[in-house]
């Protein structure tokens, strides 16, 4: 008993912090949550619960910037990244994960010298190539455990900060979530005792976002930038040491 009241204490701040952060910035959440996870519940068991509080935390999003979410970006996104989410975690046993963790982390270094330089020459993602940004996305997804800092600068690019980014990136990603939640439902990894784990962490997760929002609308937007930037090389160097 004392030792599930330390697990509950540990990972409900844990939640609480991962809430807020991503409430902020769109992301990090799962990553903060992800070593405490694995360490608790083992590799296997921590994957579907990571989603299922994944999807807890974009649904928070949604709920708080409903207003100003553009909600043509997020069905053109969805509808690509639906099948390539399958194909990606039918295809996840195929692949050297490591490597794919590698790219991905350098990748998302190099984007925010790349991200500055589209800035500056004023070059801006047009509506249908958000959809192939989708696809890309929901492939990666499907592969590894997180990509939501990959997408921040593809959704920045297309013009959007702070809550309409926040919002519109959440609900774009959420069909991703659902997808990948069905497809670990078939391959056994979704039972009722994940589902119960990701749900009670996720209001956790769920407390912290609320208390986001007011940070959100503090913030100037080149202040807004400047963080998004330093939280993706943070990101991108991070999975980078867990590729190793």
């Not at 609480?16 to 799962?30: E, M, N, R, S, Y």
């Not at 600068?153 to 959007?160: E, I, Q, R, S, V």
């Not at 959420?174 to 670990?184: D, V």
Request: proline share 3%; hydrophobic share 60%; glycine share 10%.
């Amino acid at each position: 008993m004392p030792d599930l009241i330390l697990q509950a204490l540990v990972l409900g701040s844990l939640g609480l912090g991962a809430g807020v952060l991503g409430g902020v910035i769109g992301f990090g959440t799962t990553i903060i949550l992800m070593p405490a996870l694995v360490y608790f519940y083992g590799p296997i068991q921590a994957i579907p619960v990571i989603a299922l509080v994944a999807t807890v935390a974009n649904l928070s999003r949604i709920f708080l910037w409903w207003n100003v979410i553009r909600w043509r970006v997020c069905i053109v996104y969805s509808f690509a990244a639906i099948p390539f989410t399958v194909l990606g975690v039918n295809t996840l046993v195929r692949l050297d994960e490591r490597l794919v963790e590698m790219t991905l982390g350098g990748f998302l270094i190099l984007l925010v010298p790349i991200r500055r330089w589209m800035r500056k020459k004023n070059f801006y993602l047009k509506l249908w190539q958000m959809g192939l940004v989708g696809a890309i996305i929901g492939y990666l997804t499907g592969i590894v455990a997180t990509t939501g800092a990959i997408n921040t600068p593809f959704f920045l690019a297309y013009g959007l900060s702070k809550g309409a980014f926040l919002g519109t990136e959440a609900a774009s990603t959420l069909s991703i979530l659902f997808t990948k939640g069905i497809a670990f439902h078939q391959l056994g990894f979704l039972n009722m005792m994940a589902i119960m784990q990701g749900l009670l962490i996720g209001v956790c997760v769920l407390a912290g976002s609320i208390f986001s929002k007011k940070i959100v609308l503090a913030l100037p937007e080149d202040k807004f930038l400047l963080l998004m930037e330093l939280v993706m090389l943070i990101s991108g160097l991070s999975i980078l040491a867990m590729a190793f």
